[in-house]
């Protein structure tokens, strides 16, 4: 009987323990941090109660009939213990709603905060390392009803965030990073900056070493993620993104300048939006001041072309169809949805073209940010702005993987570039351009995300305004001498960004020779207001010295008043005044006033061999079987 009593009391003694640490569990059950206080005050209650049980023990040894503990206390005392520990829980989570965990906000300065140096990209578990732990972010995420809706409702895509991770590649930047970090750290707010990640690709010696050592990181909040081995751009960033803790997800190149304030409009445009992605105007940078040149007024904004490159272009309109590379931002929910970047791209190149049309084909959008600003480094060609990081990867097959990812149907553009069209399947059949599984895994995750018309259609100013959906394409023969404009370039962009263009045998094999409507009218906003060169990035930009005429990088908007050649109804090349036409000799071409070439026999032009090309085509045709994939479209784009 006295054994049974002993076990008895045990088991009492037990769930009594358990009761004691009721709130600490319980928070940790509604995923809530249990404070220090909550568990000190839990350990002394349970120290206190196991003292009791072994007096208690003492009391029926010795025969002793006096109680310890009168009955009906410990529910008192219960009681007692949770309303002090609930009443430090709730003071604990009020606080924390006004400071992000482990950076308190300051007014004047920022505070400093031991960094986390991780040392070996391989070793994910050295990731947490570091004297001080990095919280996650606390802003309260969108929330959407049965699962991701591709078409979700605006209001369920806004939220509240408050912190922002800087994400910078890295490798043997050396004192461009420490000057990088420095920029980023004193233009944002104290309360704002979660941390700056330095992923070091690869430098030797690593930067952690040299400009990046441990009182830099401290100084600065720096988290550095090393590989050894260089891994490119893309690697980098994505190493950066995956590991990012704040709200906000902003990525730089390791040779930026942010201006005062640029923060302001990525809080703001992506707390309307969590799948929203904003890049800043890109200024330029004096790496020597490193200050900005200039008042602003950057870069921003690029379209796609046909073999997978992007220009950049003028608009009034705040969207980007395509970002340039690496100066963005976006909500850390949104990049994990998306996947952030292909795993299989290496090196650097092509990575802008996925992104963004992840971006827009599943969901989100892009949009520019008006007043923040980064003062970025262009490379010049001189020894001080030289890339310094080891080249890895093949861009070309990077660019393909967005390509075959993304354009559905009018991926067989490529075959009409040499540099795409030469490439062949691996020796065991395989796609020269590896496995798309991954891009598959993103289109089930986010509801299949769209067609690559309905990307056609969402930028029709540009593809059928600026003419790169053209309805036709022709030659130009030239009756004087019965030959046809030929263009001296290659399919697709320019090496040079500047071509010639001559008098040739006319070849309807011959895709040099077909010409096609091209640039905006700046009047009417409609196509068009230029001739340019099918498959490539050029336009007729008038007559040149030695016979034949020259090219240049197309003005998709309409703003270059020098590529605004047009044949008239009476078969003139004209712009303006001036017209193009054969010289003193059949074979040249030359510019000049119209009425001169009456003189010359004339200068007409006719369109041969016109056929619509295989773009237009693809994109009638969806327009014309799917119109219900363009409904959500807005203003005129919608309309098919």
Known sequence: MAKREKGGGGLACGLRIVFLWGVPLGSVVLGFAPGMFDIVVSVIATVAEVALFVMRGQNKSGKRRHSIRPAGFFPLQLAGIYMVQLWVLMFSMASDSSEPDGFPAHADSHATNPALAVGGFDQPQQMS??????????AISPKQEGGFQLDAPVESLRWSPKTISVVLPCAEEREYAFKTVESVFQATPSDVLHEIIVVDDGSDPPLSTTHLGPETQSKFRVKVMRHETTVGLIGAKKTGGDGATGDIVVFFDCHVAPQPNWYHDFLSLISENYRRMVVPHITALDVDTWSQIGSGGGLAKCYLTWDADFKWVDSNDRYIPVISGGLLGMSRQWWHETGGYDKEMLGWGGENLDQSLRVWLCGGEIVMAPNSQVAHMWRDGTQ????????????QRNRARAVYAWYGEFASKLQHYPSFASRHPTADGS???????????????????????????????????????????????????????????????????QEGASLEHCNEQDDRFFWHLGNANRRSGKCCSGLRAWNTDQCLAGGQGGGKAITGICSVAGLDVGQAWALT?????????????????????????????????????????AKVPLE?????????????????????????
């Open 384 to 395: 001080k702005t030289r890339a310094r990081y080891h080249l890895v990867g093949d861009t």
């Open 616 to 640: 237009t085509q693809l994109y009638r045709s969806a327009l014309r079987e799917h119109p219900e994939a363009f409904h959500a479209l807005p203003g005129r784009a919608a309309a098919a």
């Open 569 to 609: 109804s009476s078969g003139q090349l004209q712009r303006s005044g001036s017209c193009l036409g054969p010289g003193d000799s059949p074979d040249s071409l030359v510019e000049g006033t119209c009425l001169s070439f009456r003189s010359r026999g004339g200068a007409k032009w006719t369109k041969l061999a």
């Open 129 to 138: 390392a570091g004297s001080t732990r990095i919280s996650a972010a606390t």
């Open 431 to 497: 796609p020269w351009y590896g496995d798309l599984g991954d891009f598959q895994t993103v289109r089930g995750r986010l509801g299949g995300c769209r067609s690559f018309a309905w990307f056609l259609r969402r930028f029709s100013d540009i593809y059928e305004d600026g003419g790169l959906l053209p309805p036709e394409v022709f030659m130009l023969r030239e009756e004087r001498s019965g030959k046809c404009l030929w263009f001296q370039g290659q399919a697709g962009t320019s090496g040079s960004g």
